[in-house]
């Protein structure tokens, strides 16, 4: 059984304003962040480790955005702990071959968190929507090519 999560990557712009000492309440800094992608990942049922820990593999999907278009390709998966209070800690790595054939390392940590029946709709590996479950995630990405940095 496969599971299709999408969601959409936004990446923080490189370009951060600090201002120092101009302002009365001390140093002050502001971000922009820049759509990226929208990754579609297919995701299989997890693998139950133990009480707090299960692996999903992710090894195909499709990637797509105003400068890429690709698929994921092996290796990939999701290591996901459950902390304390039921929020997941996020470990996840997976690889991109874009259609000119580079290839890009992507791996995120964050958190998500479910409703009870949407996590255990995730569990057995049932169908979810983005809006099903909260996610926050810090993506790095790695490659070669100049042509896909950011």
Known sequence: MRVRLTSNLSVLAVSLLTAFGAQAGGPTTSGQAEYLMTLSANIEAGQVVDAGMVIFNSSTGWVEGLRIKGKLVPPGGDWRHRLPSGVFRLDVRGTIQTDDGEIIFISYNGISQCAKENAERLSK????????????????FETKPEKYSC
Do not use: V, W
């Open 125 to 140: 590996g049932e169908l979810i929507k983005s809006a099903d479950c909260y996610f926050l995630a810090a993506p790095t």
